[in-house]
């Protein structure tokens, strides 16, 4: 399976970005996972449904399935922080690639969403500038990068050209999880 990261700052467009690659890739026939960080308290199961109402009632984990999906809940008791490498672990090895949203200072190779804030608040530093695992960078304004930079410049607006970019790179992006025990 084959892992890319996609990095910026909050608002930057890493969802919709996301949103649109996926169906590029599917339709080029790769098969696509996502592992997502989200912030404390996230929930996917609602008050009332008999998951939620498991996990209330102080269940470890509970597994859900029907005939079209399945889904696994885990409660840790004490708080955790999940390295990207115990994520990918969980990810099914039938997945083509794996997009990883959110880790922004992790060691996997990843692609950086930029954008020029909008004037209103500072500039927020480049990943690229310190970070050796951004490996190209999508933006929707290359001549306003804070740096020059010899990295591929990818128009965030093209999810068709960036899910080609990625194809075409598949090589790179190769996870071993051996590298990362």
């Known amino acids: 399976m084959k892992v ?54 102080g269940a470890f984990e509970v597994v859900v399935a029907s005939d079209r999906r399945l889904a696994v809940m885990r409660e840790f008791e004490v708080p955790v922080e999940l390295s990207v490498h115990q994520l990918l672990a969980e990810v099914h090895p039938a997945a083509d690639w794996v997009l990883v949203e959110g880790f922004r200072h992790s060691d996997v190779l990843k692609i950086e969403i930029w954008r020029p804030t909008d004037g209103n608040e500072p500039p927020r530093p480049a990943l690229y500038i310190e970070d050796p695992f951004v490996t190209a960078i999508a933006t929707d304004a290359p001549g306003s990068l804070p740096e ?29 999880p051996e590298h990362h025990g």
């Open 4 to 57: 890319v990261g996609f990095a910026g700052y909050s608002g930057a467009g890493k969802t919709t970005l996301l949103e649109r690659l996926i169906p590029a890739l599917k339709r080029l026939g790769q098969r696509v996972s996502v592992v997502k960080h989200a912030h404390h308290k996230f929930d996917i199961d609602h008050p009332g449904k008999d998951t939620y109402r498991h996990r209330e009632a």
């Open 148 to 176: 020059p930079t010899a990295r591929p410049l990818l128009d965030l607006n093209d999810a068709e050209a960036i899910a080609k970019w990625l194809i075409d790179s598949g090589d790179r992006f190769e996870y071993n």
